[in-house]
């Protein structure tokens, strides 16, 4: 049996003629850029992560970039993030003009230490921005405690956790603003590139709008330096149809990796432990594991693929040389990345192939 990472083509199969009428309605609409399309999914979004407004950009990137600029973030500023991420949370930190400052993870959950977070500070610190990595929350009571007691902003990095609660409640409304991706193997995916920010305050979600789009305050006068960043009307026309299996995607992504934890019990692989009173909504799932490429070779010669989410530590990376971290700056974060290995979840995985991927998981010794 040949099991994939991820698959869009079986979503789109089972779901053809939605999506296709969809498009369809879409391309006879009046409006081609920023309609309704996007005024409805960005409504509908934003109230399924419990906050008010919902602004559409180009990508998550974006999203990120945009947010930190919204609240004022700029050059000579430092915001506080992690290593073991995706390169584009640290990239967006410097399109805003920022500098990152990297702290090290928990060695179970991946995510941000909270512990560390102080001694990073300094008097140019003005955000945190937690990312919840593979859809499990970093622990947000906490963080927003320490973000009041320094006064600093707070932006999550949501790309990989559409779904996830804290507490019971959705990731996103936390901090200041929300920032999720789209991109096609995200929780929710468009066919194609798009993110959004989502806010409870109406004054974020102004200037947002503003930013997304030259700046205009209204049309063809720019109040302030703003970009072109907007979510694409028929990227919205998709996600406005996937939001209507999305909270069914996610259960039955807890539900398959209900059944990789169990088929793990005596083996050695341990796999990435949910945050105390958080629901992971498992963008991706991790294990550690003792040898990592043997692991992965046995898996492969399975047919099942597997990748490493993520190879390099970005601290370690030619690109940000220039931060000044070297080896053994972020012990745990180099550590971890060592033995993580990522196995395929997604929610169209069949029965059979669940139950392949199980037992082929418990030959690991
Ligand atoms: C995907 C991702 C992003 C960026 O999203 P794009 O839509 O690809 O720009 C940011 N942060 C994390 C953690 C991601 O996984």
């Known amino acids: 049996m040949q099991i994939p990472f991820f698959s869009h083509t079986r979503e789109f199969e089972a779901h053809r003629e939605e999506f296709l009428t969809a498009i369809e309605e879409c391309l006879r609409s009046p409006t081609l850029v920023l309609g309704e399309h996007v005024r409805r999914f960005e409504e509908q979004f ?8 919902g602004v559409g950009v180009a990508s998550g990137t974006d999203a990120l970039a945009l947010a930190l600029r919204a609240l004022g973030i700029s050059a000579g500023d430092e915001v506080v993030t992690v290593a073991n991420t995706a390169v584009p949370t640290v990239a967006a930190i410097r399109m805003a003009g920022a500098l990152p400052r990297l702290v090290d993870i928990d060695p179970v959950t991946f995510l941000m230490d909270l512990a560390t ?13 937690p990312v919840h990595l593979f859809g499990n929350p970093v622990p947000m009571t906490e963080l927003m405690e320490l973000a009041e007691k320094h006064h600093l902003a707070v932006v999550e990095d949501c790309a990989q956790a559409y779904g996830t609660l804290y507490e019971g409640k959705p990731v996103g409304g936390f901090g200041d603003i929300g920032c999720f991706s ?46 072109n960043s907007r979510l694409d009307e028929l990227q919205a026309a998709i996600l406005l149809v996937k939001m209507r299996f999305s909270a069914s995607d996610v259960q039955r992504r807890q539900e398959i990796a209900k059944i990789y934890d169990q088929a793990l019990q005596g083996t050695s ?23 990592r490429e043997h ?3 046995l898996l492969e ?27 053994g700056s972020l012990p745990v974060t180099e550590e971890v990345m ?27 010794s």
Request: glycine fraction near 8%; proline fraction near 5%; hydrophobic fraction near 35%.
């Open 117 to 129: 977070i102080e001694g990073a500070l300094t008097r140019q610190t003005k955000a945190l921005l």
């Open 269 to 291: 692989l341990l796999p990435q432990k949910v945050t105390v009173g958080g629901k992971s909504s498992y963008h991706l799932y991790v294990v550690q594991a003792p040898d």
């Open 301 to 327: 010669q399975q047919g099942i693929t597997t990748l490493v989410h993520y190879p390099l530590p970005i601290h370690l990376m030619k690109a940000y040389e220039f931060l000044g971290y070297k080896t």
């Open 295 to 297: 692991a992965g070779k």
């Open 338 to 364: 060592r033995h993580i290995l990522s196995i395929p979840l997604f929610p169209t995985l069949t029965d059979e192939e669940v139950e392949y991927v199980t037992s082929a998981l418990q030959n690991i």
């Open 46 to 53: 934003a109230a399924s992560c419990g906050c008010r407004y």
């Open 182 to 227: 789209f991109y096609p193997t995200k929780n929710l995916g468009a066919w194609g590139d798009g993110g959004i920010c989502v806010t409870n305050d109406k004054e974020l979600a102004e200037k947002l709008h503003r930013l997304r789009s030259y700046g205009y305050r209204e049309p063809h006068i720019a109040e302030e330096e703003g970009v």
